[in-house]
């Protein structure tokens, strides 16, 4: 499996950390940024790494910021990425097994390092279901290719 990573500002300490959990537990992986201590526009960060998941480049993207939620706002406007936005280990391994989401969002001035470990080590172990999930997504994908139109 191979991961793309990045965050903004305000996830620079997390992404540190799950690199190193990343490397511990043998999962290859590509760091996007941010380089900075100074404030930066996570789109920036959030729609590359988004791009290239949706683009089969990576299997799976992994996005920190102060709170997560503009990394999965900006994530989930990209066709073909689904993004949870996860605080807890229980929703990591269900949305998983029930969602089969490509990207997972966190941020770093709600959770601290361990619980994000513990939530990337599940996101990344965890298969998805399919069967009645499968038709779930399905209809979210349909309903993306029609609004292209
Ligand atoms: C940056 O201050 C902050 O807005 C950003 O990291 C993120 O929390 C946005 O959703």
Redesign the pocket.
Same mark, same amino acid.
């Given at each position: 499996m191979k991961v793309a990573i990045a965050s903004?500002? /305000? /996830?620079l300490n997390i992404r540190e950390e799950i690199k190193s959990l990343m490397e511990e537990i043998g999962i290859e992986y590509e760091d996007f940024g941010c380089e900075c201590q100074t404030?930066v526009d996570?789109p920036d960060y959030a729609l590359p790494v988004a791009q290239k998941v949706a683009a089969g480049e990576f299997d799976r993207g992994i996005l920190i910021? /102060?709170?997560? +939620? /503009?990394?999965s +706002?900006a994530a989930n406007k990209v066709k073909g990425i689904r993004c949870a936005l996860v605080h807890d280990v229980y929703s990591a391994k269900l949305t998983r097994q029930h969602n089969d989401t490509n990207i997972i969002s966190m941020?770093?001035?709600v959770i601290g390092a361990g619980l994000a470990r513990e939530i990337v080590q599940t996101w990344l172990t965890t298969d998805f279901e399919a069967g009645r999930h499968a038709t779930r997504i399905g209809k979210i994908a349909e309903y993306e290719e029609k609004s292209e139109q």
């Amino acid at each position: 499996m191979k991961v793309a990573i990045a965050s903004d500002h /305000g /996830g620079l300490n997390i992404r540190e950390e799950i690199k190193s959990l990343m490397e511990e537990i043998g999962i290859e992986y590509e760091d996007f940024g941010c380089e900075c201590q100074t404030s930066v526009d996570y789109p920036d960060y959030a729609l590359p790494v988004a791009q290239k998941v949706a683009a089969g480049e990576f299997d799976r993207g992994i996005l920190i910021c /102060g709170t997560g +939620i /503009g990394m999965s +706002i900006a994530a989930n406007k990209v066709k073909g990425i689904r993004c949870a936005l996860v605080h807890d280990v229980y929703s990591a391994k269900l949305t998983r097994q029930h969602n089969d989401t490509n990207i997972i969002s966190m941020g770093e001035r709600v959770i601290g390092a361990g619980l994000a470990r513990e939530i990337v080590q599940t996101w990344l172990t965890t298969d998805f279901e399919a069967g009645r999930h499968a038709t779930r997504i399905g209809k979210i994908a349909e309903y993306e290719e029609k609004s292209e139109q």
